[in-house]
RNA sequence: CGGGGUGUAGCGCAGCCUGGUAGCGCAACUGCUUUGGGAGCAGUGGGUCGGGAGUUCGAAUCUCUCCACCCCGACCA
C-alpha cells in the first residue's frame, strides 16, 4: 500500500472524552470515529487489523471443526418469547416493531435463533456433534457505553453454539472449543490467562473467561503462584484463617469517634490497623428487611457471594440510608454487629478477630476490644469477601496473586436451557426425542483489538503484536520526491516485498522524516525501514524494530536477505 | 436510571460573569523556501455559537425548555 492511495488519518492531538489509552491511541491513529455513544465506524487501517482477528478466529473455529453460519441481526420476538427472554432480557435488548407493528429485537446474542436453526436443520443423532459459529455484529443497549470499542453498544464477536446428545459429548465439545481458544490467543500473540467464571445470566455451570492482562483491565483475576488455579476473583473462595480465634484480652469499652465515619477514619483516628475494625454493610434482605454484612476493616465485599446467602436479596441492593436510620436508629458509620436487632453474617476472617473494634449502634461511638461470644452472640461465619494478593490458594497449592485483565473471550456449557424451551430435538438410536446439550462459546473480536493496544503500547503510540498488524512493514524514503536515488530504492524494494507477498505500507508522501517516523509508529507498524541519499550513498539503509531503541545501519546487498527473514518471520504462524 | 459536568470551525479551546463587529492554536487549501524526529514565511477557505421558545432596540452571552455527549455508580464479549 502507498501512504498516497490510502486514508491515513492520524490525529496529532488527544481527543479529549477518551479516557483509556487504547481509545486514544484508536481515535489518533485512525482507526475508527464516532458517530453516537458507542457507536463506530472502522477506517481502513482499523478494519485491517479487525479482519486480522476474525482471520485468526476463523481459521482456528475452522480447524476445531465448527461450521460458519451467519444469522440474522433482526430477530422476531417469538422466539425471544418461547425461550422467555423477551420478558427477562432488560432495557439492554434493543427492542422494536417493524412497520407491521410486529415486535422485534436486535440482537445482542443469538441462542435463541441458532436453536430455532437446530432444530429445523437437525433431526437424528446422526449428525450430532455440530458446532455452528459466526462472526457477526450484536448490539446491547449498554446503560453506558465506554472507552471506545472496549464497551461499545454496537460490536462484533464471534459467537459458536455446540448441540450434544449428553452431558458428556458436552464436555467433549467444550473441551474442543477450550483447546481451540488457547491456539487462537497464543496466535494473537497477547498475553492472557484462562479463568474458571461465573456462569452469569446465561446459566449453566462449567464456564471459563479468557483475559487479556492489562493494568487498566475491568476485571480482577486470581491465580496461584503455584498451582494451576486461576479463577475471576468473582468467583474465587477465601478459606478461613487457619489460626484460631485468640481469648478476649480486655473488657469492652465506648468511645467517642466523632466525625469517624470510614474505616480510615477510624484506623487513623484511634491508631489502629483497618484490619481490626469491623466493616458492617447493611443490605436489604429477601423479606424487605435488613440484613448486615459483616468484614474486617480492610477486606471487600463480594457481592456474588453475599447475594447467594439465604435471606439476602437478590440481585444484592445496599440499603438506603433512610432505612438504616428508620430501623437501627442510627446512621451509617458507626454501625457494629454487637445488639444488633437484623441477621447478621460475618466473614470468616471478622469472626476470627478478638479485640476488634466496631460501630457502637450509637452515632458517633464505637466500641473497643469487642469480642465474639463473649460480648454478643457467636457469629455466623460466611465467605462474603473478595481475596487478597497472599491468600492461601484454594485448590491448597500455595498463595494467590491477582493481576487486572480485560475479558475478550467466555466459554459456557449451557445444557439444555434452550434446546428445552424452544423445544429442539433429534431421535437416538431408539428413535426417542433427546433434548440435546449446548455449550455456547463467545470472543469479543472487535474488544481484542483494543485489549491488544492497552497490553501492547508506549508514548509514541501502538505496537502491534506480528500476527494483528495493519502492515509488517513501513519503508520511508527521505526525499522520495526530490532525489531519484532514494525514489528508485524505494520503488524497487517496495516492488520486491509485494513480489514475496509481504504486507507492506510505502510512505511515499512528500513529508519531512519526523512526520512519517512518528505516523509509523503511531499506527504501529512492527518494521521500518528507510533509504535516504546519505545512506544510499554509503552503500547503507537503515532499520528499525518497533520496540527497539535504536535504528541500526545495514549493507544495502543484505537487503534481499533482509527481506527473506521478514517475510518468514512473519508469515509463521503465531 | 440516579449523581456531576460539557456543548462556540474537522480537533483542542477562549469569549459568557458585566448583552453591541465571533476569536486563538492545530488541521485543511495555495505559493515559495525547507527536508534524518510532528518545519518557516505569505495568503485562502471554513461558524444555523447543540435545537426551540422567551426577555431585549439588539442574545454565543440573560431566562425557560428540549436534545446530544462526557465522567462516577448497578450489567457484560
Not at 436486535?106 to 436453526?117: A, F, N, Q, R, W
Amino acid at each position: 500500500m502507498r501512504a498516497s492511495r490510502f486514508h491515513l488519518a492520524t490525529l496529532k492531538e488527544t481527543p479529549v472524552d477518551a479516557e483509556i489509552v487504547s481509545h486514544q491511541l484508536m481515535l489518533r491513529a485512525g482507526m475508527i470515529r464516532r458517530h453516537a455513544a458507542g457507536i463506530y465506524s472502522w477506517l481502513p487501517l482499523g478494519l485491517r487489523i479487525l479482519r486480522k482477528v476474525e482471520q485468526i478466529v476463523r481459521e482456528e473455529m475452522d480447524r476445531a471443526g465448527a461450521l460458519e453460519l451467519l444469522m440474522p441481526s433482526f430477530q422476531p420476538a417469538e422466539l425471544w418469547q418461547e425461550s422467555g427472554r423477551w420478558e427477562q432480557f432488560g432495557p439492554e435488548l434493543l427492542r422494536l416493531k417493524d412497520r407491521h407493528e410486529r415486535d422485534a429485537c436486535i440482537g445482542p446474542t443469538h441462542e435463541e435463533i441458532v436453536t430455532d436453526i437446530f432444530r429445523r436443520e437437525v433431526n437424528s443423532y446422526r449428525q450430532l456433534p455440530v458446532n455452528f459459529y459466526q462472526i457477526q455484529t450484536k448490539f446491547r443497549d449498554e446503560i453506558r457505553p465506554r472507552f471506545g470499542v472496549m464497551r461499545s453498544r454496537e460490536f462484533i464477536m464471534k459467537d459458536a453454539y455446540s448441540f450434544d446428545l449428553n452431558q458428556d459429548a458436552m464436555q467433549r465439545s467444550y473441551d474442543i472449543m477450550d483447546q481451540a481458544y488457547v491456539n487462537i490467543f497464543d496466535r494473537f500473540g497477547l498475553d492472557y490467562r484462562a479463568v474458571s467464571a461465573d456462569s452469569g445470566a446465561i446459566g449453566g455451570n462449567t464456564s471459563q473467561e479468557f483475559h487479556v492482562l492489562a493494568e487498566s483491565g475491568e476485571d480482577a483475576i486470581a491465580f496461584s503462584d503455584q498451582g494451576d488455579f486461576a479463577a475471576n476473583i468473582e468467583t474465587v473462595e477465601a478459606l478461613p484463617p487457619a489460626a484460631e480465634r485468640a481469648a478476649p484480652a480486655a473488657d469492652m469499652e465506648i468511645v467517642d469517634t466523632p466525625g469517624m465515619h470510614t474505616i480510615d477514619d477510624l484506623a487513623s483516628g484511634l491508631g489502629i490497623s483497618a484490619r481490626q475494625c469491623l466493616k458492617t454493610l447493611i443490605a436489604e434482605a429477601e423479606d424487605g428487611g435488613l440484613v448486615a454484612l459483616v468484614l474486617r476493616g480492610d477486606h471487600e465485599l463480594n457481592v456474588l457471594k453475599a447475594e447467594r446467602l439465604a435471606g439476602v436479596a437478590s440481585p444484592l441492593r445496599l440499603a438506603q440510608r433512610e432505612q438504616i436510620i428508620e430501623v437501627l436508629g442510627n446512621d451509617i458509620g458507626s454501625i457494629g454487629p454487637i445488639g444488633l436487632s437484623i441477621p447478621v453474617f460475618v466473614d470468616h476472617s471478622a469472626a476470627r478477630l478478638a479485640d476488634f473494634v466496631c460501630g457502637a449502634n450509637q452515632d458517633d461511638r464505637h466500641l473497643v476490644n469487642a469480642n465474639w461470644g463473649r460480648d454478643c452472640d457467636e457469629p455466623v461465619s460466611v465467605d462474603i469477601r473478595n481475596v487478597l494478593a497472599g491468600d492461601p490458594s484454594p485448590d491448597g497449592k500455595g498463595q494467590l496473586k491477582i493481576l487486572r485483565g480485560i475479558e475478550v473471550g467466555h466459554i459456557f456449557q449451557l445444557g439444555q436451557k434452550y434446546s428445552e424451551s424452544m423445544q429442539a430435538t433429534v431421535l437416538d438410536e431408539q428413535g426417542k426425542a433427546i433434548v440435546p446439550f449446548m455449550g455456547c462459546y463467545g470472543i469479543g473480536v472487535t474488544r481484542v483489538v483494543a485489549a491488544a493496544i492497552e497490553q501492547n503500547h508506549d508514548d509514541k503510540g501502538i505496537i502491534w503484536p506480528e500476527s494483528l498488524a495493519p502492515f509488517q512493514l513501513a519503508i520511508c524514503p527521505i526525499n522520495y520526491h526530490k532525489s531519484d536515488v532514494v525514489k528508485q530504492a524505494a520503488d524497487d524494494f517496495y516492488q520486491q516485498c509485494l513480489d514475496r507477498g509481504l504486507e507492506v505500507f510505502l510512505d511515499d508522501r512528500a513529508l519531512r522524516p519526523g512526520v512519517m517516523f512518528s505516523d509509523m509508529e503511531l499506527i504501529g507498524v512492527p518494521h521500518r525501514v528507510v533509504f535516504s541519499e546519505r545512506g544510499l550513498g554509503a552503500q547503507q539503509f537503515e532499520y528499525k524494530g518497533r520496540r527497539d531503541a535504536d535504528a541500526q545501519e545495514l549493507p544495502l546487498d543484505e537487503l534481499t536477505t533482509f527481506l527473506e527473514k521478514l517475510v518468514t518471520s512473519s508469515c509463521a504462524p503465531g
